[in-house]
């Protein structure tokens, strides 16, 4: 197994990590200031990071194709936190965003699978995209379709890093995985914190509500940070990434 960055380019990464997140959420659950800032430039960091990892497999020509694929997922991620999280608008293009995102992680998982399929891959895909289809028809809104999209590849995506893990049981499987659980949680926070959009909001749904968006990005954070670290632990070899 090949290693991309030297331990002190991994321990900078991971104290930056640490910092920002506790940096932020201090801030969030103490004062009533604005930690964009901070969570924006944790997500830059883990851009950076895997930018020099996936160059540099890219430059040896080893992994060329599943490392641009995770150039092109940590770029749409950092597509979609500007959106949603600086700008906090747009958040149709956001949701976009992440959903190009999603798509560019599980090619991810589709090539580290020894025994993929392609035709079962573009089912699964075309069957996520019919029931969105489904869903804008029946809801007539384009922002549910797209986050019923988004959540059912997220889903799905998290589904097969399981399946990679077990099979493969490598290290780079493991922080895929880990991100992704972190992921849902994180997904999962972000609903919660919606509610009220569904149902009447109570005290107490309201107090849930802040709570949730507090917690958001204490998944958030990790997720980035273990999907970003798994292209550091190339398990891999470009003959199966062909």
């Not at 991309?4 to 932020?24: A, D, E, G, K, R």
């Not at 895909?125 to 019919?130: A, G, P, S, T, Y």
């Not at 969105?132 to 889903?155: D, E, P």
């Not at 107490?204 to 970003?228: A, H, R, T």
């Amino acid at each position: 197994m090949k290693k991309v960055l030297t331990p002190p380019l991994n321990v900078l990464y991971i104290l930056l990590v640490v910092i920002f997140m506790f940096s932020y959420i201090t801030i969030d659950f103490n004062t009533n200031c604005d930690s964009s800032i901070l969570k924006f430039s944790l997500v830059i960091t883990v851009s950076i990071y895997v930018l020099i990892a996936g160059l540099k497999y890219i430059i040896k020509k080893e992994n060329i194709k599943i490392n641009i694929l995770y150039l092109l997922a940590v770029l749409f991620t950092l597509i979609s936190d500007y959106f949603l999280l600086i700008l906090d608008d747009y958040h149709a293009i956001g949701v976009t965003t992440f959903i190009i995102a999603h798509f560019m992680y599980s090619l991810i998982i589709y090539y580290l699978n020894d025994k993929r399929d392609p035709i079962k891959f573009f089912i699964e895909k075309l069957v996520l995209l019919i029931i969105a289809i489904i869903g804008l028809v029946t809801t007539k809104q384009v922002f549910v379709a797209l986050a019923s999209f988004y959540a059912l590849n997220l889903i799905m995506n998290t589904i097969h890093s399981l399946i990679l893990l077990i099979k493969t049981k490598k290290l780079n499987a493991v922080f895929l995985f880990i991100g992704y659980v972190f992921f849902v949680g994180c997904d999962i926070c972000v609903l919660i914190s919606n509610i009220d959009q569904i149902v009447d909001a109570t005290q107490k749904i309201v107090d849930m509500e802040n709570l949730c968006l507090c917690i958001i990005w204490i998944f958030y954070g990790p997720s980035q940070y273990f999907l970003g670290l798994s292209i550091n632990r190339g398990d891999y070899n470009e003959e199966k990434c062909a």
